[in-house]
């Protein structure tokens, strides 16, 4: 979203928020979706592949005593 404003002395007003785009952006697992240039004029951001369709996220996966599996599965040689 995204909003006009303007700021008067000590007044701020913002007009009403609207949508900014209708593409949809890849997001960045465990940081920011977007970066903000240096002028903070401008930003940048990764478009969604076409025709990529959103996958149904309806689950999580526990994983308990991971690394005694991995030792396990794995084990280190000295």
């Not at 994983?63 to 794995?74: G, K, S, T």
Request: net charge negative.
């Amino acid at each position: 979203m995204v909003a006009s404003y303007a700021v008067e002395g000590d007044s701020f007003q913002a007009d009403k928020p609207r949508l900014w785009s209708d593409k949809r952006f890849e997001p960045r697992p465990l940081q920011r979706s977007f970066d903000l240039h240096p002028d903070g004029d401008r930003f940048a951001l990764t478009a969604a592949a076409e025709g990529q369709v959103e996958v149904k996220q309806d689950k999580v996966v526990l994983i308990f005593n991971f690394f005694d599996e991995l030792r396990r599965v794995a084990p280190t040689t000295r």
